[in-house]
């Protein structure tokens, strides 16, 4: 059997709810090789639950997906919020951290993950936004591929604006392939098209999850079900594309036993050693 290239963090992964914590203390399943937190749910705990999660940390890889950067907002970034992910991120040893393409503030906080408009100017103001952030942490971060409702302003199409954004900022991909799978439906492409166009080796580590089917034609981006077929089907081609990259399991919500969860994170193990061997074989 070929060996999977292995990431600095590994290989599967699962979202570190609260929910778990008593269940994942007592024994890390085998099937986890790294687990991932929002560093703005972490960063002031105190008492127990600080405690337990430096325990983890202490013992497990853990990457941060972050929640409030608002990186394509027009007020300015909160540095001191960027230099105390840096402090958080030295005391628990963070793999990497990863933001969303979008926004969340304005002259307030909104609590939700706004679309960035699809235009020239917007990649002019967003990558210096992030190449600041970069310098400050002293590392690349990875954006992440969202999912959006709505495209104000479009000029140009979201995987020419994604890849433009990823190219000038100089920083990694946090492949969501269940985004990808959403956007498809909810504004008519082809998720394939989408997916072998992004660039390769800008893929930090990857995504799925569930969603939520509205209508026929809207699908609403939950992490609350388990993964579906189409999904599943959307990461065997990411793996055909882009090569094995690390892949983590969302669930926010409707959170059942991390027995169930594994076996999701089973598939994400099975499709990885599929295309491993066929990448084997191909190069023998």
Same mark, same amino acid.
């Given at each position: ?10 290989? $599967? ?16 399943? &085998? %099937? ?11 960063? @002031? ?8 999660? @430096? ?15 608002s990186i394509g907002s027009a007020e300015p970034l909160d540095i001191e919020f960027v230099k105390s992910l840096k402090v ?6 963070? @793999?990497?951290? *990863? ?5 969340? *503030?304005? *002259? ?17 103001? $967003?990558?210096?936004?992030?190449? #600041? ?5 002293? %590392? ?13 302003? #479009?000029? !140009? ?33 082809? &998720? ?7 660039? &390769?080796?800008? !893929? ?26 189409? $999904? ?13 990259f690390p892949t983590l399991l969302e669930r926010d919500f409707n959170i059942p036993s991390v027995a169930e969860l594994i ?18 074989k191909e190069s023998a």
């Amino acid at each position: 059997m070929a060996e999977m290239k292995q990431d600095e963090f590994g290989m $599967v992964g699962l979202g570190l709810r609260r929910e778990m914590l008593d269940e994942l203390l007592t024994q890390i399943p &085998s %099937q986890i090789d790294f687990m991932e937190v929002a560093p703005e749910n972490w960063l @002031k705990l105190g008492g127990r639950f600080a405690k337990q999660f @430096k325990q983890l940390t202490d013992k497990n890889n853990f990457v941060c997906h972050g929640l409030s950067l608002s990186i394509g907002s027009a007020e300015p970034l909160d540095i001191e919020f960027v230099k105390s992910l840096k402090v958080f991120f030295d005391t628990h040893n963070i @793999k990497l951290f *990863s933001e969303h393409l979008s926004y969340c *503030s304005g *002259s307030g906080h909104m609590y939700d993950l706004m679309p960035i408009p699809f235009t020239e100017e917007a990649i002019k103001h $967003v990558v210096p936004r992030i190449k #600041q952030v970069q310098d400050i942490l002293e %590392q690349q971060i990875a954006i992440e591929n969202v999912s959006y409702y709505a495209a104000p302003d #479009q000029q !140009i199409s979201e995987l020419d604006f994604t890849n433009e954004v990823l190219q000038q900022a100089d920083c990694k991909l946090l492949l969501d392939v269940n985004n990808i799978y959403v956007n498809s439906i909810n504004h008519g492409y082809d &998720s394939a098209h989408f997916l072998a166009n992004l660039p &390769s080796h800008r !893929i930090a580590y990857g995504h799925v999850a569930g969603h939520y089917n509205e209508a026929d034609d809207l699908i609403i981006d939950t992490h609350g079900a388990n993964v579906i077929d189409p $999904v599943w089907h959307l990461l065997d081609l990411a793996y055909q594309h882009h090569g094995v990259f690390p892949t983590l399991l969302e669930r926010d919500f409707n959170i059942p036993s991390v027995a169930e969860l594994i076996k999701e994170l089973d598939i994400i193990h099975q499709l990885q050693v599929k295309h491993a061997i066929t990448e084997n074989k191909e190069s023998a």
